[in-house]
């Protein structure tokens, strides 16, 4: 994936479901479009030259990943939640 890409927005469940993830900072596994795995704690959505983006941090490193890119997260509480575009 290029950062050239346009951005797709999400479905808005699955955005909220992020967004509770911040509030609670949980732990979430991510699976992301490309096949890379990423573990850490969700710290907040942010919205930057309209892409939206999910901060997490990393072993305490704080990584931006583009929404779109996501194609799933997991967590105990919510489960397995499937990505889909808006």
């Given at each position: 994936?290029?950062m050239?890409?346009e951005?797709?927005?999400?479905?808005c469940?699955?955005y909220?479901?992020?967004?509770?993830?911040?509030?609670?900072?949980?732990?979430?596994?991510?699976?992301?479009?490309?096949?890379?795995?990423?573990?850490?704690?969700?710290?907040?959505?942010?919205?930057?030259?309209?892409?939206?983006?999910?901060?997490?941090?990393v072993?305490?490193t704080?990584?931006?990943?583009?929404?779109?890119?996501?194609?799933?997260?997991?967590?105990?509480?919510?489960?397995?939640?499937?990505?889909?575009?808006e």
């Amino acid at each position: 994936m290029t950062m050239n890409e346009e951005y797709q927005p999400i479905n808005c469940d699955d955005y909220d479901n992020l967004e509770l993830a911040c509030q609670r900072n949980w732990v979430l596994n991510l699976t992301l479009r490309s096949g890379e795995t990423v573990t850490g704690i969700a710290r907040e959505m942010l919205s930057k030259k309209r892409v939206e983006y999910l901060i997490i941090d990393v072993a305490g490193t704080s990584q931006d990943v583009r929404l779109d890119y996501i194609a799933s997260f997991t967590h105990p509480e919510l489960g397995t939640v499937v990505v889909s575009a808006e």
